[in-house]
């Protein structure tokens, strides 16, 4: 694939955008000019794009399926390897910037499982053929400085669809299902795969003697587990609940909860006594213990104790989790405070923002922004975070007109010449998307600043545009993204 770095064939563009005015009958012709956008692009980005092409059904099934299995090849040049999120509850700043980049689902292992459940709507038995071509997951160990934990709930969901639905009769008859199952249930070395496996587990719909062959192999992994506490801390909200349910399904289905409760214990006992992170906001450490105490804890299993609690070494906390501490985004934060109250401390209103002084105020205001290139003690990547930031908050509050075309021009003119390296792809490419976002849900209020996009000459923001015009993301899934 070229480099991300070269210029857009505007020739490519205006094809596409011929071919749409023209209301071609044939919508196989008229996304191939985006398939050729997409060979400009970065690699997840294009097997985004192809992905959101192939789910136009519309579109000839063969077709659709070359699309997704392009895609699904594409996505082992992603620069992220797995979906994050932050693992603070409350997840602002830096944490929520990031959660809402990482909800783009632009990591690979995320877009190959999007391919994938594309694929089984059409061919089942192709899309079990790719989703073998994704190894089980072996995490890498997080650290104490990690605020980002590992989400790979989509794999389980996805491993559980392909199962119910890409075996035939007599494939069913002889157990292919719950081999394919123990392929993956029983080998999870994280705590962050606890939980969805679990979940994996109690919507399985297997015979009563398979059922409990992968669950004893799913809790033999679980006893086993030796992870991170940063992975286990964040884990334990959710895995407590998710091995009940399991454990109660497996009663009925004549499997001793001992089994399950008992690899759960010894799991939680390991890492309550291994070393320890300091704690993210409010967490408990002995949250996950209590919950097995009350809710999980059955007579032939003792209580986890007061001695079990107690950690073999305290170690360090998050970092990157602070926001706007540096003087100069102190600075800008007091301006755009200005922006938004009075000096008497009331908020400016909607009619005061129409007005001349106000929106000067914005333009101020812009120009500050422009010539703040450092801050004293953060890194390139959360400079870049603090910075969008506000041009973020700004958008949110200019009332359409002239003004707030300036200020999308001023955070599209920042984005291009501040394109990072592929680490930071899929932070740069949330507010691209945010932008063409906001510009297509408002076509006649930003109708201008639409054709600053379309002559951005950037690869990533040219294929945006051009794939929102023919398969826009639904309104609910874009609002996550703000």
């Known amino acids: 694939m070229p480099s991300p770095s070269v210029c857009v064939p505007r020739v490519v563009l205006g094809l596409l955008l011929a071919a749409m005015l023209r209301g071609e009958s044939e919508l196989g012709s008229a996304i191939e000019p985006v398939v050729d956008l997409a060979r400009g692009a970065p690699a997840e980005l294009a097997s985004d794009a192809l992905i959101r092409l192939a789910n ?3 579109l000839d099934k ?5 699309l997704l299995n392009q895609a699904f090849e594409l996505a082992a040049g992603a620069s992220q390897p797995y979906k994050r999120r932050a693992a603070p509850l409350h997840a602002a700043g830096p944490a929520g910037f990031l959660e809402r980049a990482y909800a783009q689902d632009l ?5 190959r499982l999007r391919a994938v459940e594309g694929l089984l709507l059409l061919d089942p038995r192709i899309a079990r053929e790719r989703f073998e071509e994704i190894p089980p997951r072996q995490l890498p160990a997080l650290t104490c400085d ?12 996805v491993l559980g669809k392909v199962a119910a639905a890409s075996f035939n009769a007599r494939e069913v008859r002889e157990q292919a299902p719950v ?6 249930v029983g080998v999870i070395s994280s705590p962050a795969q606890i939980a969805p496996a679990a979940r994996l587990l109690a919507r399985a719909v297997l015979p009563n003697a398979e059922f409990q062959m992968l669950a004893a192999a799913f809790a033999g992994a679980v006893g086993s587990i030796a992870g991170d506490d940063r992975s286990f801390t964040y884990a334990g909200r959710e895995a407590g609940a998710a091995i009940e349910d399991l454990a109660k399904l497996g009663e009925r289905r004549a499997l001793s909860p001992i089994v399950l409760l008992g690899a759960y214990r010894t799991f939680l006992v390991n890492h309550l006594t291994g070393a320890r992170c300091e704690p993210l906001e409010s967490e408990s450490d002995a949250g996950p213990a209590a919950f097995f105490n009350e809710r999980l804890r059955i007579p032939a299993l003792p209580a ?3 001695n079990e609690l107690t950690p073999s070494k305290a170690e360090g906390k998050a970092k990157g989790l602070a926001w706007c501490e540096s003087p100069e985004c102190r600075a800008i934060r007091d301006q755009f405070h200005t922006l938004v109250f009075r000096a008497d401390g009331e908020a400016v209103q909607e009619g005061e923002r129409k007005k001349n002084p106000w929106q000067a105020g914005v333009r101020d205001f812009l120009a500050a922004i422009a010539s703040w290139d450092q801050s004293t003690g953060a890194s390139p990547a959360e400079h870049f975070r603090e ?3 506000f041009y973020g908050d700004l958008v949110a509050i200019v009332p359409n007109g002239d003004t707030r075309e300036y200020v999308l021009r001023s955070m599209l003119a920042y984005l291009i010449q501040s394109r990072p390296g592929p680490e930071g792809l899929i932070e740069w490419n949330l507010p691209i998307v945010q932008l063409v976002g906001r510009v297509n849900l408002d076509p006649r209020g930003l109708g201008k600043v639409a054709d600053d996009l379309r002559r951005a000459n950037d690869p990533a923001v040219a294929l945006e545009m051009a794939v929102e015009r023919i398969a826009p993301r639904a309104v609910s899934e874009f609002m996550l993204l703000l």
Do not use: H, N, Q
């Open 304 to 306: 986890i104790g007061e």
């Open 146 to 157: 990690d605020f980002l934990v590992y989400d790979v709930s989509r794999f389980y969901e």
């Open 179 to 184: 081999t394919f199952l123990a392929r993956y």
């Open 62 to 66: 063969k077709r659709r399926i070359e």
């Open 107 to 111: 990591d690979t292992l995320s877009l």
């Open 56 to 58: 136009l059904e519309r």
């Open 387 to 389: 910075k969008i930031g």
